[in-house]
Each structure stands twice: as C-alpha cells, then as structure tokens.
C-alpha cells in the first residue's frame, strides 16, 4: 500500500521515523513543485546502520553473496556482511575505476538523482558472482530503479537473484511483494 501525505512545505519540515528502534528527525526536501520526500542518508549513522543491518539479518533470505549499488547502501551491506562472517560483499560502482578488468555496466535513473546514472562492476565480482545466489541490498528502494539495475547486473554476470532487502520501501514500494524492508517511507504531496 503506498503511502502518501500532503503538506504544506512551507510547515512540514521533517518526518519523524523509528527504524529498528532507532529514532530519526528526516528533512523533507523538494524533488519537485509537487513532489517531496523525506532525506534518509545513513552515511555517518554508525547507530542506525547497525541496528538496521541487525534487524535485516535476521531476515535474510539463503545467500551466497551481497550486493549494494554506490553509494549510500554501502556501509549497511558492509555491516550486513560483517554481521553474516562473509567472506565479501560486491559493489556495483557509479563510475569504472582503474582496477576494473573489462568492466559490465547498466544504466539506471534514481528518484534522487536529476540525471541518467551507469553502474559498474569490475570483472573479478562479475566471475566472483556467477552460478551464486544475490541479496541485493539498498538503503532505501522507491522506483526500485537502482534494485532493478543491480539485478540486471547479477543476472548478466551469471548470478542469481535471492532477494531485495532495505531499510525502507519508500512510496509504491512498500506494496511490493518482492522486497525485505524494516519500515515504510510515505511520499509527500504539496498542497
């Protein structure tokens, strides 16, 4: 079920949020003149990313692997994987690096994000992904662009697609059946 409130932006200026028992002020900032949403950034939230990654463990479906695409869903799939004793987790890049050996890439569009953005991922975690089953893991999924993007690349690498997992299903999102999330994010429409 989505899940939407209207606003008048000039009073709403945050969404209060408890995710893994964890409480958070979000801003609510301006995607366009109609459409708003509340900021998650989990970078440097070093409390709620491990309790976050706690409680998604505990959900986690039978894997081999995860992934995360750059940026913010790096350190939660870090502390998933430290939490798990995984050997490693893979990172789908924003940009190819030099390290990258015939790097695979896909494009994707982020409700975040003003322009198109290209994923990559080098080589190594390609072969690293194949015949492996995939968590794929986000801090936040709303279009589900940035999942469908990650899929794209572990399938084309050979791997195979165990589940979606975030934090919160923002919007649309948290009415779909094939995502694992802790909370669910409304979408703000002005009024």
Known sequence: MSLTIKINPAEYKVYPLNVAGVKRDLPI????????????????????????ATEL??????????????????PLVYEMAR?????????????PK???K????????????AKTQTLFIDKDDADYMR???VV?????????ESAMAVEKLVTECGGTVAGRMAILAEGDA?????????????LFLAE
């Open 136 to 144: 794929i893991v986000d801090d936040v999924i709303s279009t589900g």
């Open 174 to 186: 948290a009415s779909r059946k094939d995502i694992i999330y802790l909370e669910q994010l409304p």
């Open 131 to 133: 015949g492996k089953r």
């Open 83 to 95: 939490q798990t004793n995984a050997e490693r987790y893979l990172i789908a890049r924003k940009s």
């Open 98 to 100: 030099l390290y990258m």
């Open 29 to 52: 900032c301006r995607v366009n003149d109609s459409l708003y949403i509340a900021a998650f950034i989990i970078f440097g939230d070093v409390e709620l990313t491990v309790a976050a």
């Open 57 to 74: 463990v505990k959900r986690l479906p039978e894997h081999d692997v995860l992934i995360t695409a750059e940026a913010k869903g790096i």
């Open 102 to 113: 015939s790097p695979r890439s896909t494009e994707l569009k982020s409700i975040t994000t």
